[in-house]
């Protein structure tokens, strides 16, 4: 019986799941989709469901390996969970509403079910600990600081993934490299040496582009504005976690799928916003990192969204982008594929994310040290 680690991703629309030997490709994977719709219990009897079956698989479960979003300032590495490391990570859900109490949901489930199987957390925090330090500063007063009040990033999981698979494809993987994660949450990562230098994300799970639900950055003008009317923090907090973003402004549906098969001017409106403020924050850290030597798309519309990646990459003509249209519309998130041409000064890549391995690799390096 092959020795396994069963990776549980409780995302923002989504349970994803995985079985992964210590190498070689996951012996079973999944996805619920659809959970933010069904209701709170929705989450719960989908791990029920996952625990059961399992067993079923023939694998020797070695750990659950849990993608947790926020580590805060504690939990900069994977580390073992019990109920106490719960209880200080319940502390940050405020911070990532429509994540940090599912992934914590999740381990407090397996924990109980299975009180002996090592629960391991993953954090996607973690990856931006090399961020410098006036990426993690807030323009605020600088006694607030020391309350936690600073960028932290997200994504991380699915950056570190993209940052160990690139230098296997590129030799420029080393350089000057923009990440962009647009899936329902979605974010940009510069790398630089393989490092995360800069991202969109910071404090919450709200900073920077536009998502699904959630707003991105905002002018806190509108906030302070709301509040004077009297809309209470849940209030605020509705409205810029789940009733903003590509759902909001179309007034449709948080899906790139449905509003792109949408004749509706306002689905078209919504694509349109979500694509300039990529736009905007990609030049904005192409201008950190002093130019670009490569690009990766990844995530549910960096992967499969050919309309998209074409809109940003003739954007980014200005830096020497040139994408090859054949290869960006045949890239469909099955492999990584490269859609630059010979004559482009940026190579661009699409790497289908597997936030799973890094998670389950994470708990093995733990459990078991080469
Ligand atoms: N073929 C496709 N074309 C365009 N968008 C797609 C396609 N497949 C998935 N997506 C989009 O990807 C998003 C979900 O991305 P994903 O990374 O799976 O989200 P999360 O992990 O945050 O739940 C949705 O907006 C969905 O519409
Ligand atoms: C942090 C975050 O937004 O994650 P996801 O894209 O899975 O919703
Ligand atoms: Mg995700």
Known sequence: MTDAVLAVNAGSSSLKFGLYPRQGAALWTGQIEGLEAAGDTA????????????????????????RIVHGGDDFVAPCRLDAAALRRLRRLEPLAPLHQPHNLDGVAAFLQARPQLPQIGCFDTAFHATLPALERLLPIERTLAAQGLRRYGFHGLSYHYLAQT?????????????????????????????????TTMGFSALEGLMMGTRSGSLDPGVLLHLLRQGWSADALEDLLYRRSGLKGVSGLSADMRTLRASAEPAAAQAIALFTHRVLREAGAL??????????????????????????????????GVRHDAAANHAATGDAVRPLHTADSAVEVWVVPTDEGRVAAQSAFDLLEPR
């Open 286 to 319: 192409a201008a950190l990192l002093g130019g670009l030597d490569a690009i990766a798309f990844t995530g549910g519309i960096g992967e499969h969204d050919a309309r998209l990646r074409a809109d940003v990459l003739t954007g980014l003509a200005h830096l």
């Open 43 to 66: 989450f719960d009897n989908a791990l029920q469901r996952l625990l059961h079956d399992c067993t079923q698989r023939g694998a020797r479960l070695v750990a659950v390996a849990h």
């Open 166 to 198: 690139l230098p296997q494809h590129s030799a420029r993987a080393g350089g000057r490299v923009l990440l962009a994660h647009l899936g329902n949450g979605a974010s940009l990562c510069a790398l630089q040496g393989g490092r995360s230098v800069a």
